[in-house]
């Protein structure tokens, strides 16, 4: 069983920074796309960055200019590194990839606040 482990969570002052990680428990290869989303309270899932094995990245417009999603596929980790972290940001963060025969598979989450 493929396995997403998320860490890096935790609270920050509005302005700050936070490095998400997550660990997958097999190649990063493995996956035609890994990604992140996330879960604000009240509101729906929506991804926030993702790239692909092929292709750009892609990031959603609230992000842009503040998230870098990056892999490395030495330790199997996917990052996320988020600066000038607004309230709005708050919200749970999902990993979560899709295998070579379209399987998808989550995280379980890790709790961002951004709050003074």
């Known amino acids: 069983q493929v396995q997403l482990v998320e860490s890096g969570g935790g609270l920050v002052q509005p302005g700050g920074s936070l490095r998400l990680s997550c660990t997958a428990s097999?190649?990063?290869?493995?996956?035609?796309?890994l990604g992140w989303s996330r879960q604000a309270p009240g509101k729906q899932r929506e991804l926030v960055a993702q790239?692909?094995?092929?292709?750009?990245?892609y990031y959603a417009e609230s992000v842009k200019g503040r998230f870098t999603i990056s892999r490395d596929n030495v330790k199997n980790t996917i990052d996320l590194q988020m600066n000038n972290l607004q309230p709005e940001d708050t919200g749970v963060y999902y990993c979560?990839?899709?295998?070579?025969?379209?399987?998808?598979?989550w995280g379980q989450g890790t709790q961002v606040t951004v709050s003074s």
């Open positions: 790239s692909p094995q092929t292709g750009s990245r």
């Open positions: 097999t190649t990063l290869f493995s996956f035609r796309s």
């Open positions: 979560n990839g899709r295998d070579g025969v379209n399987r998808e598979y």
